[in-house]
């Protein structure tokens, strides 16, 4: 299901805020910084990030549906893993910032508003990665499978060393 783009949340279909602290708590038990709806098998456009800089939607967002709107042409080469590769990091080039909009919930999960927000560094790093979830895209797509192959023995080590 990771490889295969979701559709956009239907709110006549279902409230939202069931799913989203579900996708809550299991990011928070996994110990992530985000997590999508295809990572749990659900096929709808919504993720949740911890967020590090831009707190203004709360620690934790709730991203429906999102657009990209902008994207810095300043790139960096950063450090992603993921809840479904654990234990497998890798660098990986992704803009600095980014303007985006979505949907999300109040604060008292009963409502659903229409946003527009600027994420930088990490908080754009972690929105893009869930952006890329919901697309059919994966961390591993952006980066060659030798360096997939070198970061996987890495983690193979850590693993018989117990340093996982």
């Known amino acids: 299901m990771l490889e295969t783009p979701v559709e956009c949340f239907d709110f006549e279909k279902m409230h939202p805020a069931p799913v989203a602290l579900d996708m809550i708590d299991l990011m928070k038990k996994e110990g992530g910084l985000g997590l ?5 098998g659900f096929p709808y456009q919504i993720f949740v990030m ?3 800089l831009n707190k ?3 620690d934790i967002t709730v991203v429906m549906n999102p657009v990209i709107k902008g994207l810095s042409k300043e790139v960096e080469l950063g450090p992603e893993g993921c809840l479904s590769h654990p234990g497998l990091f890798l660098r990986v080039k992704r803009p600095i910032s980014c303007i985006v909009e ?13 946003v527009e927000a600027k994420y930088n560094d990490i908080d754009a790093r972690c929105f893009l990665h869930e952006y890329d979830h ?11 499978k030798l360096k997939i192959q070198r970061a996987d023995t890495k983690r193979l080590k850590r693993i018989k060393y117990g340093r996982a």
Do not use: E, P
């Open 134 to 144: 919901l697309h059919g895209i994966q961390y591993i797509d952006r980066v060659s």
């Open 56 to 58: 203004q939607y709360g």
């Open 102 to 114: 979505f949907d999300t919930l109040t604060s008292d999960y009963k409502n659903v508003i229409h």
């Open 36 to 40: 999508s709806a295809n990572q749990v």
């Open 50 to 52: 911890k967020a590090i």
